[in-house]
């Protein structure tokens, strides 16, 4: 969202994609990796940063709360509240650190307080301006949490930033009550937004904590939702045919609607990568159709449904934030879901470094043989597994990060194995089962030891 990382060849590897989303559908370079719950009904995929460590909320057994997490190459871990039922992990930066809201356990229902959870997972509450509730939303490397909290009131909500134990107001440009503060990079610029008589305006505060009103881009409310390190800026802004997109970069001043000028659907980016890409939801004004997207300056806008593995039975219907290596996290349903069965995702770019053929002669109850081959620099005697599934998604590879690759396929399973032989192939043989006459099948192979896969074959048998 807003950390800074090194340059590497995955960030480049996810432009061929982007710029051709029908090619995407036929040659498809992501897995979908689904974010469990702990016994509850769903969870949502709401920050990461550049180690692929995902923060968000899971419901608990019988839905009686939710509980903030952190994600690690599989492993799902409770950080538990303050006390209360619910918790959310809304920002994660690059030591682990990660910053949300708790209840505490003699809250009235729904009270949130700011909390950060260091990155041995201790929970801290992190106070507020005087009032009864407060949020943490963004956090940087060096620890500055920004966020907002009610005053004395109880009522107005000002923006905060947190350093060294310490939660001050962020300046204000209007004199109203009424400021957020919802990203902060790794510079300490925040943005936000801030209330006036009529809208709510984009606001920038600089390092210092003076506040830049950024105003109304278009026509009306614009909040300003994420900010990277070289001060673009990404959020929505009022058209006047509904909620767009934008691109903003503070530097130039250059301006850019992330859809097509007068197109009626609505948008939002929520977050910016330092390559300027973004994700976030548009929505289809008539039908309520939620759809996550990404975008970048060159390509345009490309729904994240279109990348997916095939057969894949995911809508992702947000992308929430996107790192420096285009692994997306955000909110989706499987199976025609609806918004009550929302479930947390990863979007983890893969890359295949070996050819797998389809199955021949293709005929269920028969024997078929497949072959894996074209590989570079694997010794001869080295195990392929030759994996399956009916539908595309996403599995981890055992003893390999998810940064590094990952499975294109559902709960694969392992349809056998065979060694490279002599003349750089391995061949695996066996029957089809009958049953499987008329179904689609998808195959990947995989090398655990050096987490090398396949492309995918998608395959129909007779």
């Not at 910016?272 to 289809?284: L, P, Y």
């Not at 790192?323 to 349903?333: A, C, E, I, M, S």
Request: charged share 15%; hydrophobic share 35%.
């Amino acid at each position: 969202m807003r950390h800074a990382t090194t340059l590497s060849f995955a960030c480049l590897c996810l432009f061929p994609i982007w710029c051709n989303p029908a090619a995407a559908a036929d040659l498809p370079q992501y897995a979908i990796i689904e974010m469990p719950t702990f016994g509850g009904s769903n969870s949502n995929g709401i920050a990461l940063n550049s180690n692929c460590q995902v923060t968000g909320y899971a419901r608990i057994e019988n839905d009686t709360g939710s509980h903030c997490f952190l994600w690690t190459n599989g492993e799902m871990r409770d950080l538990g509240t303050l006390g209360g039922n619910f918790s959310y992990g809304f920002d994660i930066n690059n030591s682990g650190v990660i910053v949300g809201t708790s209840e505490f356990k003699d809250d009235p229902p729904l009270t949130d307080n700011a909390c950060m959870w260091t990155a041995d997972g201790h929970s801290v509450y992190l106070g507020t301006l005087g009032g009864a509730e407060s949020w943490a939303y963004s956090v940087n490397t060096v620890g500055q949490i920004v966020g907002a909290s009610e005053v004395d009131s109880g009522t107005a909500r000002f923006a905060f930033i947190w350093e060294d134990g310490v939660m001050s107001p962020l300046g204000e440009v209007s004199g109203r009550p009424g400021t957020r503060a919802y990203a902060i990079n790794e510079s300490g610029y925040a943005v936000g937004i801030s209330e006036d008589e009529l809208y709510w305006k984009a606001i920038l505060w600089h390092p210092e904590g003076t506040a830049e009103n950024l105003g109304s881009f278009w026509d009306g409310h614009t909040y300003a939702n994420g900010i990277n390190d070289n001060m673009e800026i990404t959020g929505s802004s009022d058209t006047g045919i509904g909620p767009h997109g934008f691109y903003y970069d503070y530097r130039t001043g250059e301006l850019l609607d992330l859809q097509r000028a007068g197109y009626p659907t609505t948008s939002a980016g929520y977050s910016i990568n330092n390559f300027g890409q973004i994700v976030g939801m548009k929505g289809d004004r008539y039908s309520g159709r939620e759809d996550a997207f990404a975008w970048d300056r060159e390509h345009g806008m490309v729904v994240l449904d279109r990348l997916q593995p095939p057969n894949c039975n995911w809508h992702l219907r947000f992308g929430k934030d996107i790192n420096d290596f285009g692994q997306v996290v955000g909110g989706g349903t499987r199976g025609g879901g609806g918004y009550f069965d929302l479930q947390g995702f990863l979007m983890t770019p893969v890359y295949s470094s070996f050819y797998l053929s389809k199955a021949k002669p293709g005929i269920a109850g028969e024997v078929n043989t497949v072959r894996a081959e074209n590989f570079v620099n694997v010794p001869v005697g080295t195990t392929v597994y030759f994996c399956y599934s009916l539908h595309g998604g996403g599995t981890l590879i055992p003893g390999c990060d998810v940064s590094i690759n990952a499975l294109q396929l559902e709960n694969a399973k392992s349809a056998g194995s065979a060694a490279v032989d002599a003349n750089g192939v391995a061949t695996l043989e066996g029957v089809v089962p009958a049953k499987m006459s008329g179904r689609e099948v998808i195959f990947q192979a995989v090398i655990p030891g050096s987490c090398e896969i396949s492309n995918l074959v998608v395959q129909r048998f007779e």
